[in-house]
């Protein structure tokens, strides 16, 4: 041990390196990445399964961001998604966590409920004469 104090869990060696508490390391790393829930990521994943059904998508991509979830949905891989439900917790209070977002970055619906945002893939039918 050294003969210099202690300071709110920083603990100093003789060599002049600092040690900290293991509960301080854990509390300063980086949060873990926002995440779909299982039930969030059901519900998107039964509209990709129906529009794939019917020919309109053919990909999918998920990325697991610091701030925020992406679901991005592609006609072919290689192209810009056509779609990206994103889950973003720090909107939740103001303007809803869920959001649709189309190829040029225009929110198509925003939410507070997963399942109300996704209503805008919902067609209407339409009567043929």
């Given amino acids: 041990m050294s003969d210099q104090p202690e300071t709110a869990g920083r ?15 854990r509390q300063s790393t980086d949060a873990v990445p926002v995440m779909f829930h299982r039930r ?31 679901f991005s949905v592609f006609k072919r891989s290689g192209e810009m998604p ?29 939410g507070h409920d997963l399942q109300q945002v996704l209503k805008v893939f919902d067609k209407v039918l339409k009567l043929i004469d």
């Fill in 11 to 25: 603990l100093s060696s003789s060599d002049g390196a600092n040690v900290i508490e293991l509960n301080q390391y």
């Fill in 40 to 70: 969030e990521l059901d519900a998107i994943l039964r509209i990709y399964g129906r529009m794939v059904g019917e020919g309109e998508w053919k990909d999918y991509a998920i990325d697991q961001l610091r701030d925020r979830a992406v």
């Fill in 82 to 110: 056509l779609y990206r439900i994103e889950k973003n917790p720090k909107l939740a209070a103001k303007q809803g966590a869920f959001s649709v977002t189309n190829t040029h970055g225009m929110i198509l619906k925003r």
